[in-house]
């Protein structure tokens, strides 16, 4: 892939994930009485759905963070270099990964 389609396709997926976040984030509407007892009801069942949300919305910024150091390195000419031991990262992995950052050994 050229730069220039790498750095679109690395920039497509910080809008994608920003965007999901951002919908993760939304405040839920219609919220109304909430109960937390002993069975389980509409209130644990909400606080099942926020916690996930939470660990989804933690994963994508995880996965941003990556996209952005992958970025950083395309600016610096250092893309497809290991952070960890500076070794080559396989095409395959950033054809499957291309916000990879480390090799397969250090991921």
Excluded at 8 to 17: I, Q
Excluded at 21 to 38: C, H, N, V
Aim: proline share 4%; hydrophobic share 35%.
């Amino acid at each position: 892939m050229r730069p220039s389609q790498l750095e679109e396709a690395l920039r497509a997926k910080e809008t994608e994930l920003l965007a999901e976040m951002e919908q993760l984030t939304r405040p839920q509407q219609d919220l109304g009485a909430i109960s937390f007892g002993k069975r389980v009801g509409d209130g644990t069942a909400m606080a099942v759905d926020r916690l996930s949300a939470v660990t989804a919305h933690d994963n994508l910024a995880a996965i941003l963070e990556k996209v952005r150091r992958a970025l950083a390195k395309l600016e610096d000419g250092s893309y497809g270099r290991c952070d960890e031991c500076d070794g080559p990262i396989g095409e395959a992995r950033l054809e499957a990964r291309p916000w990879a950052t480390r090799c397969l050994q250090h991921s």
